[in-house]
Antibody, heavy 118, light 110 residues
Framework: EVPLVESGGGLVQPGGSLRLSCAASGFTFSSYYMHWVRQVPGKGLVWVSR????????SYADSVKGRFTISRDNAENTLYLQMNSLRAEDTALYYC???????????WGQGTLVTVSS | QSALTQPPSASGSPGQSVTISCTGTSSDVGGYNYVSWYQQHPGKAPKLMIY???KRPSGVPDRFSGSKSGNTASLTVSGLQAEDEADYYC??????????FGTGTKVTVL
């Protein structure tokens, strides 16, 4: 059973918006801090954003601050990433990942691909 | 939020050991004992191999070990096996609820 399944990726024009979802199963989602991490195919991992277990605290990488919003619905066991004002450099495979605390990401999804291009 | 520095590649023969470094600053690696290491095979999601500098999650072979000195963390893979060939990334807590990843190291088993 895959603990995290991302969806919502696709092709979007520069300046456009996209909302990613991450459905969790097999673990107590509401107890986990959740992160978004992205990876340009063939390149390295880059941390994007983090939200605490009850959604009251969020943080973002400087490169997405003010454009991306992370949120969660613990009743639906789902994590979200609202991406606005998208740029070509946001093109990447977006992973959601979870941790009970600290910085050890124990659960990962398989990723959803976002392509920003005209 | 600059990426942590890792060597692009490392290699070893089966049975040998390989050590990968991960260099940051006093604001990340050197400032916290929250360094993790991830293994990523082609086309797959990353897998946690080491957390909090030296700890191994359940199921990770004890051939994998971590350490830290100052602003540099290290991952050692002993008794290299063919299935260890993968990309490895370090990460560290960087304060203000932020994380930072390393640039990644491709490990080749000769």
């Amino acid at each position: 059973e895959v603990p995290l399944v991302e969806s919502g990726g696709g092709l979007v024009q520069p300046g456009g918006s996209l909302r990613l979802s991450c459905a969790a199963s097999g673990f107590t989602f509401s107890s986990y801090y959740m992160h978004w991490v992205r990876q340009v195919p063939g390149k390295g991992l880059v941390w994007v954003s983090r939200i605490n277990s009850d959604g009251s605290s969020t943080s973002y990488a400087d490169s997405v601050k003010g454009r991306f919003t992370i949120s969660r619905d613990n009743a639906e066991n789902t994590l979200y990433l609202q991406m606005n004002s998208l740029r070509a450099e946001d093109t990447a495979l977006y992973y959601c990942a979870g941790t009970r605390g600290g910085s050890n990401l124990v659960y990962w999804g398989q990723g959803t691909l976002v392509t920003v291009s005209s | 939020q600059s990426a942590l520095t890792q060597p692009p590649s490392a290699s070893g023969s089966p049975g040998q050991s390989v050590t990968i470094s991960c260099t940051g600053t006093s604001s990340d690696v050197g400032g916290y004992n929250y360094v993790s290491w991830y293994q990523q095979h082609p086309g797959k999601a990353p897998k946690l191999m080491i957390y909090e500098v030296t700890k191994r999650p359940s199921g990770v072979p004890d051939r994998f070990s971590g350490s830290k000195s100052g602003n540099t963390a290290s991952l050692t893979v002993s008794g290299l096996q063919a299935e260890d060939e993968a990309d490895y990334y370090c990460s560290s807590y960087a304060g203000s609820n932020n994380l930072v990843f390393g640039t990644g190291t491709k490990v080749t088993v000769l």
